[in-house]
């Protein structure tokens, strides 16, 4: 088995030429998949507001329903190739595996279908359905996309943490028996990264849309139905943030416990050791942590709530076993910070709120809420740097390598350029038709207001 | 069991080539509809049409493949290695075909939208050839059971160009006939008749193309061929009556009818292929029994579907009930009017 896996290997540059198509496929998916989570959410806000007599808020609604039908359908095209490249990519994980993990790909389709029926049926049927009804028929959709990313998210756990089959069997003969499809599906990182993805999606979503406005804000566009648009979508973002901070330190508890290598790579700690300090900011350099804060058995403490607790190190797996530190830890340091960054914007605007009822006035708090967006994007790129590349150079973790699930055929190189040719397309594509349709949209009102 | 969930999985393929065929074919009728003007009332139409229902008839695509890679991993690795060529031309098209359509609808200047028009057309045509030359690589068994097969001779042969033909020819006649029946109930006359004559056209040409295509699976492509002309005759049988039969009622404008049996047509070939190639999942190597997945597994697979269906059968077909209807139509209130000025 293992002679004719090396016998016919993927070469060095096809292995990076396919692990880059991955992770440009998804980290293209998963941003446009966050709106599919978030924005049904913020609309049927602005809707049921609207029913309640909110002429504006009900404006909103029907507006932002018409920007979400184009992320949704780049969204389902987008994840469709995914599906795609699982098996075009990763052959040798799907042939091994695929009936491991896949029952959740299987379930999660019935969440594909809801959300598609009901978004047909929503955007098409304003004027259908009396208002009621028809926030009804729209309620289904966040429920669904909620559900997708939970079912999605298994997988991807379970790749962090195997389960549902006999892993003594797999490593000694490389078989899978004994399989029990459920087993893998509520496999036991479910539960903590399915949370953190969703609120993810929550933070990005609501960022994103407030940083829009932001920008209208600091451009003067400041009506009624402007600052209501922000205020949908900042509140669940900040709603979110303090909660992702609290699962995020489960997550990195969680990893401690059972990828302690990922998690030793996400702190660059080197050698096993007690109290290990907690070192905040600088950077790698040579097996070392250089110009970081450093906080004595700050990281034992954390990681086990015990301050001279010890941490495994990555000098207790060889070094082709080790992930690629510098990476890992700068992308770790990115997203804990934005995360705190995120979380003071959002104080600041409750303190102003708290005070006199509205939003802040200065506009450094407007730059920052202009910001905000791009930085939930990078956050949850960063998040997701670090669970994949922080599991190599592990497919299944402690299981299975990259090497070992790439696919055999030649050329991928010239396919990932092909791909990353037309993700650029589609990306400024995307951003050029989601302006144009604000700036249209816009048009129309000045002309509502001559007229 | 394996049976089982291979027979749930080749229902997804039914759907997925009647409906998803359709929207597909709708593209190639767009981009055949001719100069903007005359082409405009035909392009509503289309948009009209697909618009409602292309999101969830394209999951059935998405079906497919988690089923086959859940139930049948053994089989999906060797294919998606092999095919990587046609099928990242498919996955290309699906994503040009999707952005493009949603795209246009936002867009309001003539060139923008043409652009976005022409991509979504065009992708339509695209992505239907490639599934169609991929069908016809596993058929004619260019599949090995492991590993990756040669890259293009897969899908560069006889039975893959006939089947890449096939797939697109059919897309357009179920879409033409599809499209003449909502003319109809909408009282556009002229629209209707348009479509009808070119599905009359279409609908030749495919019968033509796939009796010729009979010499073609003979010499390329002898176990599908055997088992088309032995175990799965009354099916194509079926599909070709069927398929004449839809011929004479679109000539006699009993559009409705028509399009039943032009779906029927297209059902009994879908099947007449599986009955043929059965028990092969990729023909000359990889039989079901050897390919399927985890006996637990397929039992969890079945019983997700069962409960799942359950919760999405019904508001899919009210869905298609209401897109059939014509009582689904793009937001008036808030549509921008940019153009105009
Ligand atoms: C808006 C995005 C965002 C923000 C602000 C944070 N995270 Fe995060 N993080 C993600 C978005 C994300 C994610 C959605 O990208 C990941 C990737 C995989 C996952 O489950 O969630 C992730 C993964 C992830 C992991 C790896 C889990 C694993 O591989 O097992 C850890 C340890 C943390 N996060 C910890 C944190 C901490 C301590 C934060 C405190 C501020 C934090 N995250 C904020
Ligand atoms: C459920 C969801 C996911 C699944 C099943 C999944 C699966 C995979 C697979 C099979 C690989 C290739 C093998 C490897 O390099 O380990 C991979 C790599 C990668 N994925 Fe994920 N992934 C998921 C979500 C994401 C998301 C949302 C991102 C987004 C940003 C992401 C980023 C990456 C990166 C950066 C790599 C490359 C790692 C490296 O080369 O070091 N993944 N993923
Ligand atoms: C953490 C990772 C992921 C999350 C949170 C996620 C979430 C979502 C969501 C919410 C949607 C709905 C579409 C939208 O609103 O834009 C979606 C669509 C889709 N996703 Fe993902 N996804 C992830 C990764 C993946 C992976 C790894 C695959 C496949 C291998 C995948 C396959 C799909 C497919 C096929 C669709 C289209 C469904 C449709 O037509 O409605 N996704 N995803």
């Known amino acids: 088995m293992v002679g004719v896996l090396l016998a016919n290997a993927a070469s060095a540059g096809d292995l990076l030429a396919a692990r880059q198509q991955m992770a440009l496929s998804l980290g293209w998916h998963i941003v446009v998949a966050c709106f599919g989570v978030a924005f049904p959410i913020f609309i049927l806000l602005a809707e049921w507001r609207g029913t309640r007599g909110d002429r504006d808020a009900a404006e909103l609604a029907r507006r932002w329903s018409k920007a979400f039908a184009v992320l949704f359908a780049v969204g389902a095209v987008s994840g469709t190739i995914l599906s795609f490249e699982l098996g075009m990519l990763w052959p040798g994980m799907v042939a091994a595996f695929g009936d491991v993990w896949g029952l959740a790909f299987a379930i999660e389709g019935v969440a594909f279908f809801l959300e598609a029926i009901f978004l ?37 756990a379970w790749m962090n943490h195997p389960t549902g089959f006999d892993a003594a069997t797999y490593s000694a003969t490389g078989r899978v028996i004994d399989v029990d499809p459920w087993a893998a599906m509520f496999n036991p990182a479910t539960p903590v990264q399915a949370t953190h993805m969703i609120l993810a999606a929550l933070m990005v979503g609501g960022f994103v849309v407030a940083s829009v406005y932001a920008w209208g804000w600091l451009r003067g566009r400041r009506a009624r139905r402007d600052r209501l648009g922000f205020t949908i979508a900042f509140l669940v973002a900040l709603a979110a943030t303090p909660a992702q901070i609290v699962v995020g330190d489960w997550a990195a508890r ?22 290990v300090p907690l070192r905040i900011g600088g950077w790698v350099s040579g097996e070392q942590v250089r110009w970081a804060v450093a ?33 890992v830890r700068s992308a770790f340091q990115a997203m804990v910070g934005i995360g705190f960054l995120l979380l003071f914007a959002g104080v600041w605007f409750l303190l102003a709120w708290w005070r006199r009822r509205s939003p802040p006035r200065s506009t450094w708090f407007w730059r920052l809420a202009w910001a905000a967006g791009p930085l939930a994007v990078i956050a949850l790129q960063a998040g997701w740097a670090v669970t994949e590349v922080g599991r190599q150079p592990w497919i299944v973790y402690g299981l299975m390598r990259v090497d070992e699930a790439v696919t055999t055929a030649p050329g991928i190189r010239v396919g990932f350029w092909v791909v990353t040719a037309v993700y650029a397309v589609l990306t400024v594509a995307t951003v050029f038709v989601l302006s144009g349709l604000g700036r249209s949209l816009r048009s129309a009102d000045l002309g509502a207001a001559d007229g | 069991m394996a049976e089982a969930v291979l027979g749930a999985m080749w229902l997804g393929v039914t759907l997925y080539a009647v409906f998803g065929g359709a929207d597909f074919g709708a593209g190639v009728w767009d981009l055949l509809s001719g100069r903007a003007a005359a082409g405009a009332p035909r392009r509503a139409l289309i948009e009209d049409s697909i618009g409602p229902v292309w999101e969830a008839n394209h999951v059935w695509l998405i079906f497919v ?16 290695s092999t095919m990587l060529i046609p099928l990242t031309a498919a996955a290309l098209g699906i994503i040009l075909r999707g952005s493009g359509f949603a795209f246009r609808k936002t867009m309001t200047t003539v060139p923008l939208r043409r652009l976005f028009g022409a991509t979504f057309a065009a992708s339509s045509l695209l992505t239907p050839f490639f599934l169609g030359a991929i069908a016809g690589g596993v058929a004619s068994g260019r599949i090995p059971a492991e590993g990756a097969g040669n890259l293009v001779a897969a899908w560069w042969n006889p039975t893959s160009l006939l089947g890449g033909t096939l797939a697109v020819l059919t897309c357009s006649y179920l879409a033409a006939s599809f499209l003449a029946a909502d003319a109809a109930r909408s009282g556009m ?11 009359i056209v279409v609908g030749i040409l495919t019968g033509a ?12 492509a002898r176990v ?17 009556a069927a398929g004449t039969a839809s011929l004479g009622l679109l000539w006699s404008r009993r559009y409705r009818l028509a399009r039943t049996a032009a779906v029927l047509a297209v059902v009994a070939v879908v099947w007449g292929w599986a009955a043929a190639q059965y028990p092969w999942l990729l023909v000359n190597a990889l039989e079901i029994a050897d390919g399927s997945g985890s006996a637990a597994t397929l039992r969890a697979m079945l019983i997700s579907l069962g409960v799942g269906a359950v919760l999405f059968v019904p508001p899919l077909l009210y869905l298609m009930v209401l897109a059939q209807r014509g009582e689904l139509a793009a937001d008036s209130a808030a549509k921008p009017e940019g153009g105009s000025r």
């Open chain 2, 209 to 220: 193309v796939a009796i010729s295509g009979i010499a073609v699976l003979r010499s390329d």
């Open chain 2, 224 to 240: 599908l061929f055997d088992g088309l002309t032995g175990r799965a005759l009354p099916l194509v049988a079926l599909s070709a």
């Open chain 2, 65 to 80: 493949l988690v089923f086959l890679w859940t139930g049948f991993p053994r089989a999906f690795a060797p294919l998606a």
């Open chain 2, 189 to 199: 006359e002229r629209e209707a008749d348009w479509f009808r004559s070119r599905a």
């Open chain 1, 120 to 156: 047909g049926i929503y955007l098409y049927g304003w004027d259908r359905f009396p208002p009621k009804a028809h926030l009804l028929v729209g309620l289904p959709i966040p429920i669904a996309g909620a559900a997708s990313a939970w079912i999605v998210v298994t997988a991807n």
């Open chain 1, 295 to 327: 906080i004595p058995g700050g990281l034992s403490w954390l990681a086990t709530r015990d301050a001279d607790a010890v941490i495994t190190g990555l000098d207790s797996v060889p070094a082709d076993e080790r992930p690629p530190t510098a990476i």
């Open chain 1, 254 to 275: 969680f990893a401690a416990e059972h990828q302690p290598i990922k998690f030793a790579s996400l702190e660059a700690v080197y050698r096993t050791e007690a109290h």
